[in-house]
């Protein structure tokens, strides 16, 4: 996919309602530096008022940090998912031309039972999976770090080598996952049916391959989100090109899937619906015959 044509369209789309389209792109960033700013005020707040070291913020000990950080974080997560869930349902309607989409109010499609409930289950899911897949890395990277410490005999420098090179590949597996689940708020739109969990998995299969149409992107609009004038116009641009992608790379995904089913080397999802709608016309006409 070339990613100039695809930013191209993506700002043709974009013509005549650039600012409403800012506005909802820009409120789950909103929504997080909001929440991650009041909970260092609330640092700052503990530190002038009270005897904690700067040191002690970064050790995880005091139980008051700890309550801090666990009530923002959760507050971040089921404020930033839905709106998430919300812009990519907009862009949906932008980028596909449904109109039944494009004339409902924002504020129903945010306050939507079905969109808190699938937006917070996927955030959910992708941070525990995305935990769990960090584990690796933290595990070989504490054994490196207490191996590199010590006397580096032939033994342990193999080890060391070893153990810093699985860290690298648990990190690059973790960074791919990360990128594979940018694709998850999209998904969840265009596939109302399928259970958060579903989608997050599927996720990291659909995204196999693409992910460097995500990478180029970003690259061409970062040094616009370096800035905070350009920041939410490269946000909107950026999300508008990726919904874009994401609807090209599912008509190509249903187009290879038909032609497997034509060809008879595979089935479609619909595959065993079909074969029987034709069975039962083939029967009828042979009894009619």
């Known amino acids: 996919m070339k990613v100039r044509e695809l930013i191209r369209y993506s700002k043709g789309l974009l013509a005549g309602r650039r600012a409403r389209t800012m506005m909802i792109c820009i409120l789950p960033l909103g929504a997080e530096l909001f929440f991650r700013s009041a909970e260092a005020a609330v640092y700052s707040l503990m530190l002038y008022f009270g005897d904690y070291a700067p040191i002690k913020l970064f050790g995880g000990d005091d139980p008051l940090q700890l309550a801090v950080a666990a009530v923002c974080t959760v507050l971040r997560w089921v404020t930033a998912a839905p709106l998430m869930y919300a812009a990519a349902m907009r862009l949906y309607s932008i980028t596909d031309d449904k109109n039944q989409l494009r004339h409902k109010p924002f504020s129903r499609i945010l306050l939507r039972k079905c969109t808190l409930k699938r937006s917070i289950s996927a955030k959910l899911w992708t941070k525990t999976i995305g935990l769990l897949a960090l584990v690796p890395a933290v595990f070989f990277g504490t054994s490196a770090y207490m191996l590199l410490k010590g006397r580096l005999y032939e033994r342990e420098a193999f080890l060391a080598i070893n153990a810093v090179f699985l860290t690298l590949v648990s990190l690059f597996v973790w960074g791919t996952l990360r990128l594979s689940f ?31 149409v995500l990478l180029r992107l970003m690259a061409v609009y970062l040094p616009q989100m370096l800035t905070i004038a350009g920041l939410p116009y490269a946000a909107t641009k950026l999300m508008t090109a990726f919904s874009l992608s994401i609807d090209i790379f599912i008509k190509e995904d249903e187009y290879l899937e038909a032609h497997r089913a034509d060809s008879g080397r595979g089935k479609a999802n619909n595959a065993g619906k079909l074969s029987c709608r034709k069975k039962g016309r083939f029967k009828a006409s042979a009894d009619k015959a």
Request: avoid cysteine; charged fraction near 25%; glycine fraction near 6%.
């Open 182 to 212: 940018t694709a998850v708020p999209f998904l969840l739109v265009r596939y109302p049916k399928r259970t958060a969990f579903r989608t997050v998995i599927y996720s990291i299969g659909f995204m196999r391959g693409r992910k460097s």
